[in-house]
């Protein structure tokens, strides 16, 4: 006789001050991801619109408000516009290299100077070493850290300017969090350089998405999501296409 089915548990938030839209109450919804069946829990927690976080799937559950989307990019039928070609032209000698989920000194170092740079005031803005690699390898499916180095000189490694945390799936990789060096000289569009190398390395990889994460409609800093199409959101009858340039606000 076969174990019984677990469903899994969920458990809700306690309300708190929206961190994109002022004067809005943000609530989520969560459920951990454990055993030997987190992988296929948290890909289909993903295709309904949950996000991960360490050993927790979530999703926004506001009372008052539908504003974030799950998105993502159709990687087969993407081409990259004129601005984002000079972008992979401008960092197409940076070296990638895909590595096991372990955090390092270096990578924390860079998410620091990024965290001080682009969100001072943010949730992650005070995280430690010890939350970083919390963030990183507590991690109950398979996962890896794409590293972006500039070219090796005298013999030595090149500088990492880039990294992300990110799930692989059967059908797709998740972008968890990506992060960079904002002032490097010659090197600007590093972010988008980093979601195009994900686009490109699923459709080579034969998978047909790449997940962003929440679509924010209003919110400044969500806006860069929006310049990779095509572009599915979840919407109430599931994955559809839709131009974010008639929508926004």
């Known amino acids: 006789m076969s174990a019984p089915v677990r469903f899994p548990r969920f458990f809700v938030t306690t309300p708190g001050p929206c961190p994109y839209l002022p004067g809005k109450i943000e609530r989520k919804v969560f459920t951990e991801l454990n055993g030997s069946h987190a992988d296929e829990l948290n890909e289909a927690l993903g295709r309904i619109g949950f996000r991960r976080s360490q050993n927790v799937a979530y999703r926004p559950s506001c009372l008052d408000c539908k504003a974030c989307v799950s998105v993502r990019v159709r990687t087969r039928e993407f081409t990259p516009n004129a601005t984002q070609r000079r972008i992979l032209r401008r960092n197409a ?57 500039t070219p090796p000189r005298f013999g030595r490694i090149g500088e990492l300017v880039g990294a992300c945390l990110t799930d692989q799936q059967t059908d797709s990789m998740s972008m968890i969090y990506s992060f960079y060096d904002t002032e490097i000289e010659g090197r600007s569009g590093l972010g988008n350089f980093i979601i195009m190398d994900h686009i490109m390395r699923a459709k080579a990889a034969g998978l047909p998405y790449v997940y962003l994460g929440y679509w924010v409609n209003g919110a400044a800093r969500m806006h860069y999501k929006t310049r990779y199409r095509p572009l599915e959101r979840l919407g109430p009858d599931g994955w559809e296409c839709f131009d974010p340039d008639a929508e926004a606000v």
């Open 93 to 149: 000698d940076l070296i990638v290299s895909a590595c096991r989920p372990w955090s390092t000194s270096e990578q924390y170092e860079l998410l620091s100077r990024y965290l001080s740079s682009r969100h001072p005031d943010g949730g992650m803005a005070n995280m430690d070493d010890m939350d970083y690699a919390d963030m990183v390898e507590q991690s109950p499916v398979r996962s890896q850290v794409i590293e972006y180095r």
